[in-house]
């Protein structure tokens, strides 16, 4: 199976700012923080571990401490003696151009200024701006089989990220945040506080049949839109993007790990271990009569035998698997995984916030991931 790998590095920075370019009465004209985090996720060369100072499977450690090094500049600092006007976009663009030279492959350099909003640039150096909302409700399933959970009515406190394409149409003004809540508000209004069964088009509101269902009434009014996110619950949601869906499931691993290429004496080259976190991504059709490309219960059911060999084990002893490091594992986990569950077409595996490694097979369709 060809696979394409993408390690990814983080780091955070707490700043102050102001943007001139707002409105004076806008709140971000005026002096204020946040408690930034900025990611990089990178193709990287088999030999650019050693060439930074690194090892083979400490990739990820490397692009941590770079990506440390690259916003140290930025920290506890007035962004604006920096960047003239430092928005959430072009301190992702400043962030990029740090990293330029040493990491090569770069995919996506990406900058949240909260937990609901952001910056993602894609390979191509377009922007894309991120909100995310919440709305509670509730549904149930209709067609699930007799006995199934979710054909009992129930609720969720559903969130929803809206990803835009800045750099795409013609308008006069960029996409920004406030422009993302005003297409969002009339929605959020129909669908808080509801039974979603009882809206016209969710009679059977899965996850799926919700994100098509908001890309048909966003679409209109927001040209740029690039996808809907939905989550159902904070471990499991879906993508769509006007014609392709994809759902995932997260969970989380507490396992040792060691990595064997690593110096001696480095504190990676002995037993150490995180809570890792693991998100699986499949890709299928629309079941027209279910609505839902996989049921989230049979991709848990089925992974979990899988699941019990990783959680709360020594990674390193798997067999068939090189090395500890997050893209070894992933891998791993992508073999194993499809032989279960052949929808899965990329794992995402995580050692901490945003440090960890993408694994996908070569066919997967690219989405930038929050």
Known sequence: MSVSVLHC????????????????THRSHGLHGHSYFATVRADLRPDWAASVGGFAGGEVDALRQLMTSAVAPLDHQLLNDHLPDPTD????????????????????????????????L???????????????????????????????????????????NADLGERALAIDYDHLDEVWAPLHMLLNYQCLNQIPGLENPTSEVISAWLWQRLKPVLPELSWVTVYETGSSGANFDGANY??????????????NHAPAGHPLGGIHGHTFTLRLHLAAPLDAVMGWTVDFGDVKTLFNPLFKRLDHHPLHELAGLPDGDAASLAAWV???????????????????????AIVSRADAQELIPV
């Open 246 to 259: 994809r759902i995932w499931k997260e969970m989380t691993l507490d396992s040792a790990v060691r990595l």
């Open 122 to 164: 894609d390979a191509a150096g377009q922007a894309h701006v991120w909100r995310r909302y919440r709305f509670q409700a509730a549904h149930q399933l209709p067609h699930v089989p007799l006995g199934h959970k979710c054909g009992r009515m129930h609720g969720h406190g559903f969130e929803v990220i809206l990803h835009a």
């Open 334 to 356: 992508l073999r194993e995984g499809g032989a279960v569950l052949p929808q899965i077409d990329r794992v995402d595996l995580y050692e901490t916030r945003g440090c960890g």
């Open 9 to 24: 590095g983080s780091a955070g920075f707490e700043s102050a700012c102001r943007i001139p370019a707002l409105p004076a």
């Open 89 to 120: 976009e072009n301190l992702a663009r400043w962030v990029r151009a740090q990293l330029a030279t040493q990491v090569p492959g770069i995919r996506q350099v990406g900058v949240q200024s909260t937990t609901h909003s952001g910056v993602d």
